[in-house]
């Protein structure tokens, strides 16, 4: 072979290999969008999230959505095409594929305020949250699980009381009226799942956390700065929460806390 054709063939060899990807395109960066509701107007003043003791969490279902820089959270203008990726609790999962959990990533957006009740339409007040964000930045399908409208997960904080501070619950797990009503939904890459959390009233400023249970997995983001009461560590004697420690002489704290101890210590109480 020639000089000159063994470089044209090494050229050859080097544009190919510059035009031929050697692994798939990037993935877009999820960044956090601009949350709005159209349903309402910003004169209108909210009702706060004001409380003295653990409480029933029921953490809202926004929807699922693709990247994008702003999004509507108002209840009727819901994309009804995410229904095509909604299956019922009885619906078998593919367990043979990527349709699982793992790979979420869990992203918390405590400065921004949204303003939402989805029952606003029928004269009901408007509340503060804060979104909250399961994203798959991956390259396959994964799976979230709620149950009707919200999902299944609380808010903790940092307890600086004692020597040594600790994460505590300041919710609980809220009491399920019926068994029906568990969905599944397929969360395609470059989509995320949108929850908004319930932003409290109070001058205790200390760390905060999410914690989120899917299927069998818990998921903890990571710490943030936020304000509560202090009382909301504490257990109110009359609620559903004491009534299942209670009940399970304190063993159900793993189940109602999704893993985080509370300030009293349930586990060895007995009534």
């Given at each position: 072979?020639?000089?000159k054709?063994?470089?044209?063939?090494?050229?050859?060899?080097?544009?190919?290999?510059?035009q031929?990807?050697?692994?798939?395109?990037e993935?877009?960066?999820?960044?956090?969008p601009?949350?709005i509701n159209?349903?309402?107007?910003?004169?209108v003043?909210?009702?706060?999230?004001?409380?003295?003791y653990?409480?029933?969490?029921?953490?809202?279902?926004?929807?699922?959505f693709?990247?994008?820089?702003?999004?509507?959270?108002n209840?009727?203008?819901?994309?009804?095409?995410?229904?095509?990726?909604?299956?019922?609790?009885?619906?078998p999962?593919r367990f043979?594929?990527s349709?699982?959990?793992?790979?979420?990533?869990l992203?918390?957006d405590?400065?921004?305020s949204?303003?939402?009740?989805?029952y606003?339409?029928?004269?009901?007040?408007?509340?503060?949250?804060?979104?909250?964000y399961?994203?798959n930045?991956?390259?396959?399908?994964?799976i979230f699980?709620?149950?009707?409208?919200?999902v299944?997960?609380?808010q903790?904080?940092l307890?600086?009381?004692?020597?040594?501070a600790?994460w505590?619950?300041?919710?609980g797990?809220g009491?399920d009226f019926c068994?029906?009503?568990?969905?599944k939904?397929?969360v395609?890459?470059?989509?995320?799942?949108?929850?908004l959390m319930?932003?409290?009233?109070?001058?205790?400023?200390?760390?905060m956390?999410?914690?989120?249970?899917?299927?069998?997995?818990?998921f903890?983001?990571?710490?943030?700065?936020?304000?509560?009461?202090?009382?909301?560590?504490?257990?109110?004697d009359?609620?559903y929460?004491a009534r299942?420690?209670r009940?399970?002489?304190?063993?159900?704290?793993a189940?109602l806390?999704?893993?985080?101890?509370?300030r009293?210590?349930?586990?060895?109480?007995t009534f």
């Amino acid at each position: 072979m020639e000089v000159k054709e063994i470089i044209l063939v090494i050229f050859v060899g080097i544009w190919i290999g510059c035009q031929s990807p050697s692994h798939e395109s990037e993935l877009a960066v999820f960044k956090s969008p601009q949350i709005i509701n159209s349903q309402v107007n910003d004169s209108v003043e909210l009702a706060v999230f004001q409380v003295e003791y653990v409480t029933e969490a029921f953490p809202v279902f926004a929807g699922k959505f693709k990247f994008l820089d702003k999004i509507d959270v108002n209840p009727e203008n819901r994309d009804t095409a995410l229904y095509k990726d909604f299956m019922t609790d009885f619906s078998p999962i593919r367990f043979n594929d990527s349709l699982d959990v793992n790979g979420f990533e869990l992203v918390v957006d405590y400065e921004q305020s949204v303003k939402y009740n989805e029952y606003y339409r029928y004269g009901s007040g408007l509340y503060d949250y804060y979104p909250v964000y399961f994203v798959n930045s991956t390259k396959t399908d994964k799976i979230f699980l709620g149950k009707d409208s919200y999902v299944f997960g609380i808010q903790e904080a940092l307890d600086k009381e004692g020597e040594y501070a600790q994460w505590r619950p300041i919710e609980g797990r809220g009491f399920d009226f019926c068994g029906n009503g568990r969905w599944k939904l397929i969360v395609h890459p470059q989509e995320f799942v949108l929850i908004l959390m319930r932003k409290y009233k109070g001058d205790y400023e200390t760390e905060m956390r999410v914690r989120f249970q899917v299927g069998e997995n818990i998921f903890v983001s990571r710490p943030f700065k936020g304000r509560i009461n202090e009382k909301q560590f504490s257990i109110h004697d009359s609620s559903y929460v004491a009534r299942v420690l209670r009940e399970t002489d304190g063993q159900a704290w793993a189940w109602l806390f999704y893993g985080a101890p509370p300030r009293e210590e349930w586990v060895v109480k007995t009534f």
